[in-house]
């Protein structure tokens, strides 16, 4: 199994958290799930021979699936983006393709230029699916690097036998049984409504759906893990509300402290509890 990081940087990754939660990670038989897939940490640390992967960004979804089928197309295009990474005017103007215009590879390959070259590798759209990040600038002479080779080639081939799913997480729960595990990284409970990950403006009650599709899980029989985080500081009541969604059932619930390292709004990083709820 070769080590792998992911390819973007996502905002929530979970590599920082990985190996706190290496040790709750359960054995299992089946098909590994992660209907919350950003940057894909978990999976790529885990590699499984089965799995099933989704999210509701398009352009996420069409990235891991260009990486899995059309590795080296993608990377020939991102050399020629390589060539201006640290061309301000050519960031607006890749920036402000029309993404319904461009084939899977050209979108696969702007979304790592995007992502690599933006300010803090920070992923938002406005209301209209347009990204709208600025320009990360970086020093002279210290361009960022697009991609590596070996860590390209490694994700596409332990993604080779994947399901890869452009899908809201709820249609998981149809699919599940009980040898398989789902592993559960839902977007943060924010203060404000800020747009993170795609046009949609998360609902109030995603937390509680969250909640309901977990104890719908846990009751297939499969083994799920979820993690949740708040700033300790900013939003202890939030905190302990998402808490209390799990409390009183057969699980264990777990606070494991962790830094967050990439934000639009600067209260936001610091210090975070990080939740893990498990059934098994
Ligand atoms: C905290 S991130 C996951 C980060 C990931 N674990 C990693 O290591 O990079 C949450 C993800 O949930 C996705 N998401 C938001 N709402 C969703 C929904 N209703 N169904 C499926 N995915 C959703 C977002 O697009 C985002 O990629």
Known sequence: MSKIKPFVKWAGGKTQLIKKLDEYFPKFEGTYYEPFLGGGAVFFHLQPEKAVLSDTNAELINLFQVIQKKPEALMSRLDEHQLKVQDKEYFLDVRAWDLSKLDDIEQAARTIYLNKTCFNGLYRVNSKGQFNVPFGKTPQGNPPKLYLKENIEACSQALKNAEIICE????????TKPEDFVY?????????KASMYSKVAYSDDL???????YHDLAK?????MLNNSATLEILKDSHTSIKNLYENKNYTVKVLDSKWSIGAIGDW?????ELMIINY
């Open 220 to 224: 297939t029989g499969a083994k799920v």
């Open 269 to 273: 990083r610091g210090k975070r509890a």
């Open 207 to 213: 937390q509680d759906r969250v909640a309901q599709f």
């Open 184 to 192: 559960l990284d839902p977007p943060y409970h924010a203060p404000n």
């Open 168 to 175: 809201d997480f709820s249609e998981t729960v149809n699919k």
